[in-house]
């Protein structure tokens, strides 16, 4: 079993950044491939960015392509979320989550075995 807890949300700035942590504990991460969703208040969940394992491929939803940059580290076991360029349209709870391996199928949250409580992020002037 993995316990994920998420960081770093706060209220910025439009054109702000922030970087979100997802620290586990319980199991390693090297087997899992991490992704990082968002959720704002009656909408879907949706998926941003996923990082593979072993290659360490990384993908990323069109709305943060080119903003965002996921990250690993495997010996802190913890994962990164790098976001610049911040927009209102930003603003949700980002969640951390894990599946085994690859990133396949990364867009559907019923894939993901396990799940942080998810941060804040605010962008707003």
């Known amino acids: 079993q993995v316990q994920l807890v998420e960081s770093g949300g706060g209220l910025v700035q439009p054109g702000g950044s922030l970087r979100l942590s997802c620290a586990a504990s319980g199991d390693t991460l090297e087997t899992y491939a991490i992704a990082w969703f968002r959720q704002d208040p009656g909408k879907e969940r949706e998926a941003i960015s996923c990082i593979s394992t072993f290659n360490s491929n990384t993908y990323y939803d069109n709305s943060v392509k080119g903003r965002f940059t996921i990250s690993r580290d495997n010996a802190k076991n913890a994962a990164y979320l790098q976001m610049n360029s911040l927009r209102p349209e930003d603003t949700a709870i980002y969640y951390c989550?894990?599946?085994?391996?690859?990133?396949?199928?990364?867009?559907?949250?019923?894939?993901?075995?396990?799940w942080g409580l998810g941060t804040q992020v605010t962008v707003s002037s």
């Open positions: 989550a894990v599946k085994p391996t690859t990133c396949n199928g990364y867009g559907a949250p019923s894939t993901f075995l396990y």
